[in-house]
């Protein structure tokens, strides 16, 4: 496959995820948030397996693979969907969607600490504008650490679990193909999701019933297209392409958040959201190391030609 195609792929990936975020915002506001969670995560994860059945790539798990999976499944699906149901349901889609994007840069401040990787000036003022930009985004109401609103800080930690996740995931990833992991960590995750909204919703079976056709429509796209059919292409594209290039495209996210909280939910963008992603955008170019990857290649294709 060309690199043509596998940019238009991720393109058409960033497009869903930065309106998946809408999707489940609209989601949180029908259903009670945990027990939906729980079901739509167990849709995609049952998505994923058809398809890995289907090619011949399903297998069981070695006990260290196990181990490795399990404790990024609590992070990555438990904490992570969690903490955004939750979120989405007391804060914007438009703040959740920017705040989200401050991921590339969570991982690579986390890499730091538990893989050993440089943090150089660039890199220290990366995470200085991508901290800057969130506080833009989370300070907007005026009333400073007191105007924080709950679901921006929820969503926070749905962004870090999730990055704290990807450090498990590289360690194991060398030997275990990413979608098979990402299969496990669907169903196995959501089980446990189920069993926390059985305690904190008693009633959360009752309110998946009696909604529109638009409504489970939502639903379904969410689970099977954002969730299951995301994350094994954006996995694929990874494989091609390489990290560096991927995590590019990760920047368009929140602009499609914002595109999409317009459009569908009649949200309105101010200043500060606008001067927060930007800031949040310069950070994760810098922060992540994209800024140093790309320059270093520019350069040697220049001496190249030379």
Not at 98 to 119: C, K, Y
């Amino acid at each position: 496959m060309k690199k043509q195609q596998i940019y238009i792929i991720l393109f058409c990936i960033m497009v869903v995820w930065g309106f998946n975020v809408i999707a489940t915002k609209v989601l949180v506001e029908n259903f009670m948030p945990v027990t939906m969670t729980a079901i739509r995560v167990f849709t995609a994860g049952v998505s994923v397996f058809i398809i890995l059945f289907l090619i011949k790539k399903v297998r069981l798990l070695t006990r260290r693979e196990f181990g490795y999976v399990f404790f990024a499944m609590l992070l990555n699906v438990v904490a992570h969907h969690y903490f955004l149901s939750i979120g989405l349901s007391q804060t914007s889609a438009s703040n959740g969607g920017l705040i989200l994007g401050m991921g590339p840069l969570l991982t690579a401040l986390l890499s730091v600490f538990f893989l050993g990787s440089v943090m150089n000036f660039v890199r220290i003022l990366g995470v200085l504008f991508g901290f800057a930009g969130v506080a833009f985004i989370v300070f907007q109401s005026g009333g400073g650490f007191h105007g924080v609103s709950h679901g921006d800080f929820y969503v926070f930690l749905a962004i870090l679990a999730q990055a704290s996740s990807f450090v498990l995931i590289k360690k194991v990833s060398k030997t275990l193909d990413p979608r098979l992991m990402t299969g496990y960590m669907l169903v196995m995750g959501s089980i446990i999701l189920f069993g926390i909204s059985q305690i904190l919703e008693p009633g959360g079976m009752a309110s998946m019933v009696h909604h529109s056709v638009g409504i489970w429509a939502v639903f379904f796209a969410s689970a099977v297209i954002a969730t299951a059919m995301g994350h094994m292409l954006y996995n694929f594209a990874l494989g091609k392409v390489g990290t560096t290039e991927a995590a590019i495209f990760l920047n368009l996210n929140p602009f499609f958040s914002l595109i999409g909280a317009v459009l569908f939910l009649g949200e309105k963008i101010v200043l500060t959201q606008v001067v927060g992603f930007i800031l949040i955008l310069i950070g994760v170019l810098f922060g992540s190391g994209v800024y140093e990857d790309v320059s270093r290649k520019f350069k040697r294709d220049n001496q190249i030609q030379i």
